[in-house]
């Protein structure tokens, strides 16, 4: 019974962070620090030219939103699973 309930809150869990993230993503544009670091250094270094290049293309914003998912559903997905393994393994500092 507690497998089924761990279950149902695993798969409840899962759809909030992806709808939630889905709605954010349809109502922001995610601004990134590297968006504001160069509006900086245009100001501050106007001839400032980048010594370095990326290494793959460009990517639309709709890869760009699909990736940045991505990630957190997988950095939310090692907290859980962290979480869980610590669950099983009990706290043995009580432990004499």
């Not at 460009?58 to 997988?74: A, D, H, N, P, V």
Request: glycine share 10%; proline share 4%.
């Amino acid at each position: 019974m507690k497998k089924l309930h761990f279950k149902i809150l695993s798969v409840a869990l899962f759809l909030i962070i992806v709808c939630g993230l889905y709605i954010y993503n349809l109502q922001n544009d995610l601004p990134g620090a590297d968006d504001n670091a160069s509006a900086v250094i245009g100001q501050v270094a106007p001839h400032y030219k980048p010594w370095f290049a990326g290494v793959g293309p460009e990517l639309s914003k709709g890869t760009e939103r699909i990736l940045f998912g991505l990630q957190i559903l997988g950095g939310a997905t090692l907290f859980a699973v962290c979480f869980r393994l610590l669950q099983k393994t009990g706290n043995t500092s009580d432990k004499k």
